[in-house]
């Protein structure tokens, strides 16, 4: 009962109410993998200084178990209020996380992790109460929202980046929890490896926000076939490994749908603790 009086104390006393607008009514706040990164001192030669004509003679060959991470998330309410005089935004929201191993030597697909979880956070100084909303229709069920703390500014676009981080943070927990040291497994992570993630997580960035490489380097990603890749450079104030590639098959090119020449360049990302030498990019 008290920790009930407390959470309708705090929501009375601070006066905060949903945005009158639909989430949608901007564009989508779309918090991207590398805009907040600052510019990179990047080595493009720590594989090989011939970009002209490079093509890498390593053969492929995949691991037998490949695990992968992935999540969604949604700005479910907009708030706005606050004490007194000050406006703060906050956000209700709902993330999910997810990991599919798969295990080549079957074949076979499965789902072994599956985390949907509610948060809410305001943006600023302003901490949040973990709150429950009744479901409608006579339904003794509740959506617990949990309190998260946030480092955003007080801003609306504080909203978008609370959910983001929080649910950056749900993957980086399922990466620690299903990745095994086997060296016949790889796991591989949605998106750039933002904190300390093992030596056989790869980050898979499907979104070009940020050029990397100056121009005579980054000319090659106009070259490339499906299946080929650049080589390696490094990112030093990541401490990451990356190369870009281009996806699909021969059947499926660009050029053949109709697309751009950039179409289907993914880049990918590695730790700089593993021995690149010894790695060489024999997976991907």
């Given at each position: 009962?008290?920790?009930?009086?407390?959470?309708?104390?705090?929501?009375?006393s601070?006066?905060?109410?949903?945005?009158?607008?639909?989430?949608?009514?901007?564009?989508?706040?779309?918090?991207?993998?590398?805009?907040?990164?600052?510019?990179?001192?990047?080595?493009?030669?720590?594989?090989?200084?011939?970009?002209?004509?490079?093509?890498?003679?390593?053969?492929?060959s995949?691991?037998?178990?490949?695990i992968?991470?992935?999540?969604?998330?949604?700005?479910?309410?907009?708030?706005?209020?606050?004490?007194?005089n000050?406006i703060?935004?906050?956000?209700?929201?709902?993330?999910?996380?997810?990991?599919?191993?798969?295990?080549?030597?079957?074949?076979?697909?499965?789902c072994?992790?599956?985390?949907?979880?509610?948060?809410?956070?305001?943006g600023?100084e302003?901490?949040?109460?973990?709150?429950?909303?009744?479901?409608?229709l006579?339904?003794?069920?509740?959506l617990?929202?949990?309190?998260?703390?946030?480092?955003?500014?007080?801003?609306?676009?504080?909203?978008g980046?609370?959910?983001?981080?929080?649910?950056?943070a749900?993957?980086?927990?399922?990466?620690s929890?299903?990745?095994?040291?086997?060296?016949?497994?790889?796991?591989?992570?949605d998106?750039?490896?933002?904190?300390?993630?093992?030596?056989?997580?790869?980050?898979?960035?499907?979104?070009?926000?940020?050029?990397?490489?100056?121009?005579?380097?980054?000319?090659?990603?106009?070259?490339?076939?499906?299946?080929?890749?650049?080589?390696?450079?490094?990112?030093?104030?990541?401490?990451?490994?990356?190369?870009?590639?281009?996806s699909?098959?021969?059947?499926?090119?660009?050029?053949?749908?109709?697309?751009?020449?950039?179409?289907?360049?993914v880049?990918?990302?590695l730790?700089?603790?593993i021995?690149?030498?010894?790695?060489?990019?024999?997976?991907?």
């Amino acid at each position: 009962m008290l920790e009930d009086n407390y959470v309708s104390n705090f929501w009375r006393s601070h006066n905060f109410r949903l945005e009158p607008w639909g989430n949608d009514y901007e564009p989508p706040i779309q918090i991207s993998e590398e805009l907040s990164l600052s510019e990179s001192d990047v080595n493009p030669i720590v594989e090989t200084d011939n970009w002209d004509c490079f093509e890498s003679s390593q053969a492929r060959s995949l691991p037998n178990h490949l695990i992968f991470i992935d999540g969604r998330r949604r700005l479910d309410a907009a708030l706005v209020g606050g004490d007194g005089n000050t406006i703060t935004y906050g956000v209700f929201g709902t993330i999910a996380v997810g990991a599919v191993v798969v295990d080549r030597t079957i074949p076979k697909a499965s789902c072994i992790e599956i985390d949907v979880r509610r948060v809410l956070g305001f943006g600023g100084e302003q901490d949040a109460v973990s709150t429950p909303i009744p479901c409608p229709l006579g339904s003794k069920a509740e959506l617990l929202y949990t309190a998260i703390k946030s480092n955003q500014p007080n801003t609306p676009e504080a909203r978008g980046a609370i959910v983001q981080n929080a649910m950056l943070a749900a993957e980086e927990q399922l990466v620690s929890k299903v990745n095994v040291k086997n060296a016949d497994t790889l796991v591989i992570r949605d998106g750039a490896l933002r904190y300390e993630s093992p030596t056989s997580t790869l980050g898979y960035i499907k979104t070009m926000h940020k050029q990397y490489l100056s121009e005579n380097y980054a000319a090659l990603l106009w070259k490339l076939l499906p299946g080929q890749r650049t080589p390696i450079f490094h990112i030093k104030d990541r401490s990451q490994y990356s190369w870009y590639l281009k996806s699909g098959d021969s059947q499926h090119s660009a050029q053949q749908l109709g697309y751009h020449d950039l179409h289907g360049i993914v880049r990918l990302e590695l730790s700089s603790k593993i021995d690149i030498l010894e790695f060489r990019l024999k997976a991907i």
